[in-house]
C-alpha cells in the first residue's frame, strides 16, 4: 500500500467545490478521513464502489478523479 | 464537537494493545526468565504473577479503549473502512505465521521432554508474540499510509 500507479484529482476537486475538508468527503463516501488521505496522497488504491462513491460526490465521471499511470509500477 | 484526531480511532486503537501487551507481558517474561536463570525455575510461583498481569492488561485495556471511544465516538461505533479491514487482514497473516512457529516450536519441546515450565510459557508468548506482531503490523501499516 506505499505506492499505487494510479494518480487522482481529489484535493482539486475537494477545492473547487467550496474547499470541502477531507472529514467531509470521508462522510460522505463512508470511510475514515485517514482513508482518504491515504487515497489523496496515492498510498492507496480504493475500491471500484468507493472510487465510483468519490465520483458522484463530485458528480463527475471516474475519469475525471482517477488516471492509471501506464509503466509506473507498484512498488510493496 | 470534536476535534479532529490525528490518528484515526483504529490505529489509536492498536497502539494501546501494542504498548499494553509488550509492556506488561514483557515484564512478566523478564521476571520468569529471570527466576529461570536463577535456578528458581522449580520453586517459582508464576502463576500468581501471570493472573495479576492479565488482570492489569484487561482493566488498562478497558480504560484507555473507552477513553478514545469517547474522544471519537462517531468512529468508534462505526463500522471499519474497507482500507481498515485489508490492514487487519494483513496483521491477521502476520499473526497466524508467528503463532505457527511458536506451536511447531513447542510441539518440539515436548517431544524432547522439557519441562511444563517452559512448554506451557513457551506456548504463552508464542500467543503473547502472535498478538504484538499483529498490533505492530497495523500500527506500521497506517504509519506508512499516514
Given at each position: 500500500m506505499s505506492h499505487v500507479p494510479i494518480r487522482n484529482e481529489i484535493r482539486r476537486l475537494r477545492f473547487d467545490h467550496a474547499e470541502m475538508t477531507q472529514a467531509d468527503l470521508a462522510d460522505r463516501i463512508g470511510v475514515t478521513r485517514q482513508t482518504v488521505n491515504a487515497i489523496e496522497l496515492a498510498k492507496y488504491s480504493p475500491s471500484l464502489e468507493v472510487a465510483f462513491r468519490i465520483a458522484h460526490v463530485f458528480g463527475v465521471a471516474?475519469?475525471?478523479?482517477?488516471?492509471?499511470?501506464?509503466?509506473?509500477?507498484?512498488?510493496? | 464537537m470534536f476535534r479532529e484526531q490525528p490518528l484515526s480511532f483504529r490505529e489509536q486503537s492498536a497502539w494501546i494493545s501494542l504498548l499494553a501487551y509488550a509492556g506488561l507481558y514483557g515484564y512478566y517474561f523478564?521476571?520468569?526468565?529471570?527466576?529461570?536463570?536463577?535456578?528458581?525455575?522449580?520453586?517459582?510461583?508464576?502463576?500468581?504473577?501471570?493472573?495479576?498481569?492479565?488482570?492489569?492488561?484487561?482493566?488498562?485495556?478497558v480504560v484507555l479503549q473507552v477513553a478514545i471511544s469517547l474522544r471519537s465516538p462517531k468512529e468508534a461505533t462505526a463500522p471499519a473502512d474497507e482500507r481498515e479491514r485489508e490492514i487487519a487482514?494483513?496483521?491477521?497473516h502476520v499473526a497466524f505465521h508467528v503463532v505457527m512457529i511458536g506451536a511447531a516450536t513447542i510441539c518440539a519441546?515436548?517431544?524432547?521432554?522439557?519441562?511444563?515450565?517452559?512448554?506451557t510459557n513457551g506456548l504463552f508468548l508464542a500467543i503473547v508474540l502472535a498478538e504484538v506482531a499483529r498490533n505492530t503490523s497495523q500500527v506500521v501499516s497506517f504509519r506508512r499510509d499516514a
Open positions: 471516474l475519469e475525471s478523479v482517477f488516471h492509471y499511470e501506464a509503466g509506473a509500477d507498484r512498488k510493496r | 523478564v521476571v520468569l526468565f529471570s527466576a529461570i536463570a536463577a535456578g528458581r525455575a522449580g520453586t517459582f510461583q508464576y502463576g500468581q504473577l501471570l493472573v495479576r498481569v492479565m488482570v492489569l492488561l484487561v482493566v488498562i485495556e487482514l494483513k496483521a491477521t519441546a515436548i517431544a524432547l521432554g522439557a519441562p511444563a515450565i517452559y512448554t
